[in-house]
């Protein structure tokens, strides 16, 4: 696959914005929080459907080789997060006196599966993560059905459309539809052009720009609540994720450099650790001024902590789970000369 080399369509960059909008949705009335986590599971279709193609498929025991290997990339750094989202709970005297059955909570936070189903989810971000996990288990299916007929990405369709009745929020259900177009636009290569990206981008701009002008006036005239509700709806991100998702694919055929990657690796350990940071800090007591200088506080606070995290932790284990990969890759057939005889 031929990579471009739009600078501005950073596919790490892309991803840090993305976990930075769920950062302003626990901290402003800009709630564009699902819409941020809506592109990042289009996203993960695409590059478990790209990886699954190149890699995986070609592994000793490919589905076992796949699911280990995707496992192992994302539950350490869950696991250390929910660690010290339940250290900081405890530190400052929040923790709940119930929350559940104890191996409940000891698995999901650990192994991320279930979490979304928790009766006490201590670190609220790590939902998407259980619907990323179910999806990796099922994933190889749904991309080799996608891979045969693109038209069968109405299954995904109506596994979301009737949620309710595959097991509701519990499940990945409501947001098959996302990952199945990710898989899709990398089964068969679907690449928008340049300028469809852009327009798209543009669009989910304006789109933006009027939400935020409304904000302000309902701000101004009315309840920060009422404003909130009314400009960022779920049918506000709903719409602002489809008018993305064009330019997030694009970005996915644009050349990543070192520093790139190290972006995209750090907007995961964002996403999951702030929560706990902001928590931690009250963020959301005090003045405006008050909250704005925390909220400032928290953003270095989860930078440095997610740098250190990526260098310290997560880089180290990632190295070790890409080598495990590599020495399962089955050895490519050897071509035989024309001349050479048959062998039994």
Sequence with gaps: MAMGTDKFASPGALRLTLAFAVFLHHTTSFNLGMSAVLIFFVLSGYWVAAMWRKTYSKTTSAYFTYLVSRIWRIAPVFALCSAITWALLFWRGDAPAAFGGLMHQLFSNIMILGYNSLPFQANIPGWSLDME??????????????????????????????APWFGGSATVAPF????GVGVAAASHELKPSRAFAYRSLYG?????????????????????????ALAFSSKTNLLVAAMMTPWALYTTQQSSGAK????????????????????????????????????????????????????????????????????????APVALPAAAPALA
């Design 133 to 162: 996990l179910q999806f990796y288990l099922i994933a190889p299916a749904i991309i080799f059905l996608i891979s045969k007929n693109i038209h069968l990405l109405v299954i995904c369709l109506l596994i979301s459309a009737f």
């Design 260 to 331: 790139d990657r190290m972006l995209g690796e750090l907007s995961y350990i964002f996403y999951l650790l702030h929560w706990s940071v902001l928590g931690a800090l009250k963020t959301g007591e005090g003045s405006y001024l008050d909250r704005v200088l925390l909220c400032s506080e928290a953003l270095v606070i989860i930078f440095v902590a997610s740098y250190l995290i990526w260098r310290l932790f997560d880089r180290p284990i990632n190295k070790l789970r890409a080598s495990w990969v590599s020495n399962r890759l089955l050895a």
């Design 176 to 179: 098959l539809l996302f990952f």
């Design 204 to 228: 989910a701009m304006a789109v933006l720009g009027v939400c935020a002008a409304l904000l302000a006036k309902e701000l101004y005239f009315g309840s920060a609540h009422d404003a909130a």
